[in-house]
């Protein structure tokens, strides 16, 4: 699942899935303060005082580049330093804008990191293993309940998320795993009552390179419920072949009542098709936009995944966790 961002444009607050970095100011804005000059960026509109077009639509790059220029040579000779014969795209190159924005993403209201992704992403898969293991250890003593959670949480949740982050990087956009304040209360929340939403972090998305059009938004949302389906597909077989009737391969202890394979299988499947409800900011209502043929096949295929599974094992997680 993907979530929201902030514009950074004073007043605005759009909360978008995508925000859009500005090379020159190296803000992130909404779609409608992408632009220089509809957010009036200080290093090309403020302090040069040079006109925009006249009819409202943003100035060629060469305009843009040149205020760039002019505008960092100002505040070099503010600064008493003489003026490198550089353009913005030289000193700001990719590894310096991945950085920028990741540092901005940890300021963002709302956002919270504990300093690496990895330590993020280990927070975020803590807490949604918790989720699932708590009641059994508090009502039912059942600390098996963790291990359990801990096998579904990584085969499920995990791939689901980081599949998100490497089509997006391989689109050419900053992609990071990071905590979200209010999807954290919501988790801890859900973890007491047993009922609500498990949301403790996403992966945030920042066109780095170029826009990002409705293919590439639909494609990276694809990514994450197609990967629920190959994990499910894989794990429904391995099910069948270690099914306690007519399997081939016999399973014993906590992963054979039920069968292991088959909770696997179930499990990704329901996230598929949790995150597949066009609905929101759901990964369906992106994937819907994009292309209806390749919404209608995604579902199919969880739902094929998901109906014999619980054949197999129509309790799901009743006694285990």
Not at 39 to 56: D, E, K, L, S
Not at 163 to 178: E, L, N, T, W
Not at 238 to 255: H, K, P, Q, V, Y
Not at 305 to 319: D, H, K, R, T, Y
Request: a positive charge.
């Amino acid at each position: 699942m993907m979530k929201y961002m902030r514009c950074e444009y004073p007043n605005c607050g759009a909360q978008e899935d995508i925000l859009f970095y500005c090379r020159y100011c190296r803000g992130s804005f909404c779609q409608k303060h992408r632009d220089a000059e509809t957010h009036r960026c200080p290093a090309v509109h403020g302090q040069t005082q040079q006109p925009f077009a006249a009819t409202g639509t943003p100035a060629n790059a060469e305009v843009i580049r040149q205020m760039a220029q002019n505008a960092m040579k100002m505040a070099q000779q503010a600064m008493g330093q003489q003026p490198q014969q550089q353009d913005p795209y030289s000193y700001a190159d990719e590894e310096t804008r991945r950085k920028l924005i990741e540092q901005r993403l940890k300021q963002s209201r709302g956002l919270l990191s504990f300093g690496s992704e990895l330590v993020d992403i280990l927070i975020g898969f803590t807490l949604i293993v918790l989720v699932f293991g708590f009641s059994q250890v508090i009502f039912n003593d059942n600390w098996w309940g963790f291990l359990i959670s801990a096998i579904l949480v990584a085969t499920a949740f995990l791939p689901h998320e980081m599949a998100h982050k490497v089509v997006a990087q391989r689109r050419g956009q900053f992609a990071r795993y990071i905590l979200w304040t209010r999807g954290i209360i919501y988790t801890l929340f859900t973890m007491i009552i047993g009922i609500g939403l498990i949301v403790p972090g996403f992966v945030a998305i920042v066109p780095l390179s170029r826009e990002m059009n409705k293919k590439d938004l639909g494609m990276v949302a694809l990514a994450g419920p197609a990967i629920n389906a190959v994990i499910g597909a894989i794990s429904l077989i391995l099910g069948l072949l270690t099914d306690a009737s007519f399997g081939i391969i016999t399973l014993t202890g906590i992963f054979a009542t039920p069968n292991i394979f088959i909770l696997v299988a179930q499990f990704n499947a329901l996230i598929a098709l949790f995150n597949c409800l066009p609905i929101w900011r759901l990964d369906g209502a992106k994937i819907l936009k994009w292309d209806w043929k390749i919404f209608a096949t995604i579902v199919a295929i969880n739902v094929a995944i998901v109906v014999p599974s619980f054949i197999f094992n129509p309790g799901f997680l009743a006694g285990v966790i």
